[in-house]
């Protein structure tokens, strides 16, 4: 597939290469979380080794495809019509297997070290998303971080609550010492 992959870019594709391309697609879009679109037209084969190498550490499978194969797969999967303007240059589908925001929060990172690659949209919860809600999807803290600030609410209270008692612990201790200084 990958040496395919690689003639088609340089290739026309024929038909059948075509309908393996959109299988593998829809198979990658079926089973995603999320999925984000890619502008990575100006990328260095460096810097797409990169992207890929984050993405892939990360559960998130990227493949650069046709933009009516791009459409065809979404309106196969239920999702309405992809704008074009959300499909603009060398598209790159980056479906997240795992957890929902991390494709675009990768994409998005590595797009402000380079202006090549940029957020172009996106599908999730069966809806297209535009290039602005990509970006605030990307925006939102992991799942780690929103899992440490749980915990912190939670624990807060009960820390406060302990520093009342070991004061009030600690008053009632510094009276009794008193009280047995003044009695000896």
């Keep these: 597939m990958r040496r395919d992959f690689l003639k088609s870019i340089t290739m026309p594709v024929t038909k059948a290469q075509k309908k393996e391309i959109l299988s593998v697609l829809l198979a990658q879009m079926k089973e995603a979380k999320s999925i984000v679109f890619a502008d990575s037209k100006g990328c260095t ?10 993405l892939r550490e990360k559960g998130v499978k ?20 992809i704008t074009k303007d959300g499909l603009e240059g060398s598209i790159g589908v980056a479906c997240a ?8 929060k990768i994409i998005n990172e590595l797009g402000k070290k380079n202006k090549n690659l940029v957020l ?15 970006k605030q999807l990307a925006n939102l803290p992991s799942k780690q971080e929103l899992l ?5 609410v939670l624990k807060s209270p009960i820390q406060g609550f302990h520093g009342v008692l070991q004061g009030t ?5 510094r009276a009794l010492d008193a009280i047995a200084k003044r009695a000896a």
């Design 62 to 81: 990227y493949q650069i495809a046709k933009k009516t194969l791009i459409r065809i797969a979404a309106k196969e999967l239920g999702y309405g019509d």
């Design 169 to 173: 612990l600690s008053s009632f201790v």
């Design 120 to 134: 172009r949209g996106g599908l999730f919860n069966g809806k297209v998303l535009s290039i602005d809600e990509v």
């Design 45 to 54: 084969v460096k810097d797409l080794s990169n992207l890929r190498r984050s």
């Design 148 to 152: 440490a600030k749980f915990v912190y």
């Design 97 to 104: 297997m795992e957890d929902e925001i991390v494709g675009a």
